[in-house]
């Protein structure tokens, strides 16, 4: 991927669409538009799709490569979409129109000149290869290498004689699932008459894929003596894949394998990309690059994309955008929270450019009505009684406003307004002095997911919803912050603590005898003895560890 400039990173379908038009005359840009998006889809490929129409614009008018393989569906997008003046991709040995891509590196080719053949094991003429031996040499489609055998029954008489009781429609539904072809049934059920421990635990050692995941299902299943395989390198048990060093690993051993310093931060990772001197470059630099960064249709700031929603992106400080009356064009739409005026307002008139009614120049809306629009430096401020905006050139940007500002945003239901249970932490918050502690505390991801997610009502403000979430120290600090504020009433953590270990601990036996046995053990033992210690008091950390 080389490093994108100039117009191609503010607008690449727009760059796409005007190079298209101006050979293709049969199609107007909304379809030349349509046609376009289907194919590209996230902006990075966008990019590097525009990147290669605008260096070589005749593929467009011969449809020869070579050309990545986006330019090569988009021809054929064009062509379907009922372009005239557009070539379909050619053959780059034939020169035969195409309706599908046949690759070999940068190069497309018809089925016919794609085909490779290599001398058959049975019959020695130089044909195209249809399946492998047993032994891993070519056959072609006259000789197959088949013994007369079903390959689904070999395999179900192996697993039977891990698991006499193992179903035989849930082993051949599990091998139909994972190897649909009968060619790689048969070699499947070679690969496990060769080396039966492959379900046993030596999945990492397997030639062919599909073992692992057969492995996986016929677990899932509840076959008896079937392991789950493991990574053959760091031993986990998770899903593996890729072969490493003669064995199969999991993707975070293939991670660490290709690791190298990046060339932007120095931090040893896998690379994402690489940049126009062939460098590499880590995904977190990538994200940060300002060619990636796009306008949140919620603050308004240029920021790393955390969510695209139906109305646009959002960025990793602002959650889904609520249904509010905009203060702008007055429809009930989806609104952000402007940071000027701390209303609502929609995407639509975010992006609107007009004729400002204070200053009289075209600037983009801050405040106002469609009819008298104001721009951000005609905008009053957001708070007309903060001392430190009233001269201000920039109203509403001091510390105090943007810590009510983004209070506004957090705590404000799909009303708009801030509910009656959420107004102590709310006011004691607006209160912290510096403002800044707040601000940086509020802009923790996980703090705004918490928070956001309470005012909205997708949860609720209690003790039993913030412990069903995963306990983290974030949500320690917010849990005793809300019980410091008068949210939340308070409780004795450490006892909550221990009835959650004692309900894990007794929840992960598999005999509801023992279950029933350890619950009144800890119920009528160990907790109400803690209790009774306690005699209504808190408990200390000594009492729940000791």
């Known amino acids: 991927m080389t490093e994108p400039a100039g ?8 760059v796409m669409v005007t190079l298209i038009a101006g050979i293709e005359h049969g199609l107007d840009r909304d379809a030349i538009g349509a046609a376009v998006t289907a194919v590209a889809g996230g902006r990075a490929k966008q990019r590097r799709l525009a990147l290669a129409l605008a260096g070589r614009p005749a593929v467009l008018s011969d449809g020869r490569s070579p050309a990545p393989r986006a330019v090569g569906d988009l021809l054929i997008a064009l062509v379907a979409a009922g372009a005239s003046d557009i070539s379909p991709p050619a053959c780059a040995q034939c020169r035969k129109s195409l309706r599908t ?84 049934q048969q070699q499947l059920a070679w690969a496990l008459e060769d080396n039966p421990a492959l379900l046993t635990g030596d999945a990492h050692l397997a030639p062919l894929r599909a073992v692992p995941r057969l492995a996986e299902l016929l677990d899932d299943a509840g076959v008896a003596g079937v392991i789950r395989p493991s990574c053959g390198r760091c031993g986990r048990v998770v899903r593996i894949g890729k072969p490493l060093d003669g064995v199969r690993v999991c993707r975070a051993c293939i991670a660490r394998s290709r ?65 509010a009356q905009c203060s702008v064009c007055g429809q009930r739409r989806s609104c952000g929270i402007s940071r000027l005026t701390g209303l609502p307002w929609c995407p639509a008139c975010q992006q609107l450019l007009t004729r400002c009614s204070g200053c009289g120049q075209d600037r983009p809306v801050g405040s106002g009505t469609l009819a008298e629009p104001r721009c951000a430096g005609c905008t009053v401020p957001a708070f007309p009684a903060c001392p430190a905006c009233a001269d201000s050139p920039r109203p509403g940007q001091c510390p105090g406003c943007q810590l009510e500002l983004r209070l506004r945003s957090l705590l404000a239901g799909p009303d708009g307004s801030i509910g009656a249970s959420l107004r102590p932490l709310r006011e004691a918050l607006a209160a912290t002095s510096p403002p800044g502690t707040a601000l ?48 939340l009433p308070s409780r004795d953590e450490q006892m909550a603590r221990l009835e959650r270990f004692a309900g894990q601990v007794i929840g992960g036996r598999a005999d509801p005898g023992q279950r029933q046995v350890l619950r009144r053990y800890a119920t009528w033992h160990l907790l109400r003895r803690l209790r009774r210690r306690n005699n209504g008091g808190p408990s200390q950390p000594s009492s729940t560890t000791s």
């Open 259 to 323: 690791a190298v310093p990046c060339a932007r931060c120095g931090t040893v990772r896998e690379p994402n990309i690489r940049d126009g001197q062939g460098q590499p470059v880590c995904a977190n630099c990538v994200r940060g690059d300002p060619a990636n960064l796009e306008v949140c249709v919620n603050c308004g700031r240029r920021r790393v994309v955390s969510t695209r929603s139906p109305d646009g992106p959002l960025c990793p400080g602002c959650p889904p955008l609520p249904t």
């Open 7 to 14: 117009d191609v990173v503010a607008d690449p379908v727009g």
């Open 101 to 184: 891509l046949q690759r070999r590196g940068e190069d497309w080719y018809c089925a016919a000149c794609t085909r490779v053949g290599e001398p058959c094991a049975a019959c020695g003429r130089l044909r195209r290869v249809s399946r492998r031996d047993r032994a891993g040499r070519a056959r072609c489609a006259q000789c197959p290498d088949d013994d007369g055998r079903d390959p689904v029954e070999v395999i179900c008489g192996i697993v039977a004689g891990l698991d006499p009781a193992a179903g035989r429609e849930t082993v051949a539904g599990a091998v139909r699932r994972r190897a649909p072809r009968p060619s790689y």
């Open 440 to 487: 940086r505390w509020l802009g923790k991801p996980a703090v705004a997911v918490i928070l956001s997610g309470i005012a909205a009502g997708e949860r609720d403000l209690s003790h039993g919803e913030l412990d069903r979430l995963e306990q983290t120290p974030v949500l320690a600090h917010v849990r005793s912050v809300l019980v410091a504020t008068g949210t």
